[in-house]
């Protein structure tokens, strides 16, 4: 991959790329990393910290994960589950999504060892028992429902099992389970650390109504970044939340406590670089849109940060706020922003969006022949961060280290 020490030097010259730039910044995932090993801890009981893969799947966040010492990766696919296995032969994988193919199951199970799945119906259940040959050595994961107020992209709807069917369902699992388990997710963006013991305090409830011994607490995703108006308190506060609501909670003595952190490992270590193609008034008609890179910026109204990056010099001009229309012929394909940008922003600029790792290229499809994407890694860190700035940099024995 192309280094560059900010993103305008790899859109300068004739060889700048036709299609949008997704910037790495792979220190940074080094540093989001090298928090979270350190700092989710469970008093007394193992703490571990899966990487949701979906977030962003790039080999750079992935590698730059590994480095920092991460093991554990969640996954929600077959493709997902084949991408860490052969990539990363010693990982352990967990299988989260609650509603998987039979072959996927089989695969995942037979071909690359994993036996972490996670379900939220009998059904389910049933599935995963005939298709790892009714297997003995599961750890089997409860996926409850829990309310998701707090959080800015609530996932409630979709999966999750209510209390007494939750209960149930721990009771129908226990005995097939090596190691049973309850999850949740608080939904994504979650702003309230008190969400986390909320939705612990429903997984107890469960546990209890079933009267079964349950191994693993796995809080899920749903740790937030820090976006212009966005910023949430502290992830210590979350982390302080969830280990006390942890102690309050009737499970084994040597329970594990488990996190799936997605956004807040890769959000601020990803922008996009987009080409304004046309300008219309303050709408301007970019490169990258709905269907590439910016599903996000599209569809969750957030702020993203945005900044100039014009290839042969700067703008002095006073800011204004303009809207975006990405390649595609589809209308909806647009940012509505308001974008803060100079106003003498023209055909031939390039845009960095900032906080893109996440949800970012991961969401990408090649709709109208578009979508082609180059990735460089660039050596700023230019946009805003939850973590130490010199958190996971490499020390001079070349061991990273998590600053606190
Ligand atoms: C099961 C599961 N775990 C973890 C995540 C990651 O969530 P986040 O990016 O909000 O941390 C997701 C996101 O959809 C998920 O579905």
Redesign the pocket.
């Known amino acids: 991959m192309k280094r560059v020490p900010v993103p305008v030097a790899a859109i300068r010259g004739a060889d700048a790329p036709e299609g949008p730039v997704a910037i790495a910044r792979p220190d940074r995932v080094a540093a989001a990393t090298c928090w979270f090993l350190d700092n989710f801890r469970a008093d007394g009981s193992v703490a571990r910290v899966l990487y949701?893969v979906?977030?962003n799947p790039s080999p750079w966040v992935l590698e730059a994960m590994y480095a920092a010492g991460l093991r554990w990766f969640?996954c929600?696919s077959e493709v997902e589950v084949e991408t860490i296995a052969t990539r990363f032969p010693d990982a352990t994988i967990a299988f989260?999504?609650p509603v998987k193919s039979r072959r996927a199951i089989r695969r995942a199970y037979f071909d690359h060892g994993v036996r972490i799945f996670?379900l939220d119906s009998a059904d389910e259940l049933a599935k995963i028992l005939e298709e790892t040959g009714q297997a003995r050595d599961l750890k089997l994961v409860v996926r409850i429902a829990v309310s998701n107020e707090g959080a800015s992209?609530p996932?409630a709807a979709k999966f999750g099992a209510g209390r007494a069917e939750a209960a149930a369902l721990l009771r129908a699992a226990r005995p097939v389970s090596a190691e049973l388990g309850v999850s949740f997710?608080v939904g994504?963006?979650c702003m309230d650390p008190g969400a986390y013991r909320r939705a612990m305090a429903e997984a107890n409830a469960a546990i209890v109504a079933a009267g079964v011994v349950v191994d693993i607490v796995d809080v899920?995703?749903?740790?937030p970044s820090v976006y212009p108006g966005m910023t949430p308190p502290p992830l210590q506060a979350y982390v302080d939340a969830i280990t006390d609501a942890f102690d309050a909670m009737l499970v084994a003595q040597n329970a594990e406590l488990w996190c799936?952190?997605?956004?807040?490992l890769v959000a601020e270590a990803g922008a996009i670089l987009t080409r304004v193609e046309l300008r219309k008034g303050n709408t301007l008609y970019l490169n990258d849109g709905a269907y590439g890179n910016l599903f996000d910026a599209t569809h969750v109204s957030w702020p993203f940060p945005v900044k100039l990056a014009r290839p042969d010099g700067e703008s002095v001009a006073r800011h204004a706020a303009f809207s975006f229309y990405g390649p595609t012929c589809d209308s909806i394909d647009t940012q509505k922003g308001p974008f803060m940008l100079p106003m003498d922003v023209r055909e031939g600029d390039w845009i960095e969006i900032g906080m893109l790792g996440?949800?970012g290229v991961a969401m990408a499809t090649r709709f109208n022949g578009f979508g082609e994407t180059e990735t460089v890694v660039s050596e700023d860190a230019p946009w805003a961060s939850l973590y130490p700035q010199d958190a996971g940099q490499q020390s001079p024995t070349g061991r990273r280290t998590a600053a606190k």
């Not at 799936?260 to 807040?264: D, K, Q, T, V």
């Open positions: 949701a979906k977030a969640d929600a989260m999504h996670v992209l996932l997710h994504s963006q899920g995703g749903g740790f799936e952190p997605g956004r807040a996440a949800y």
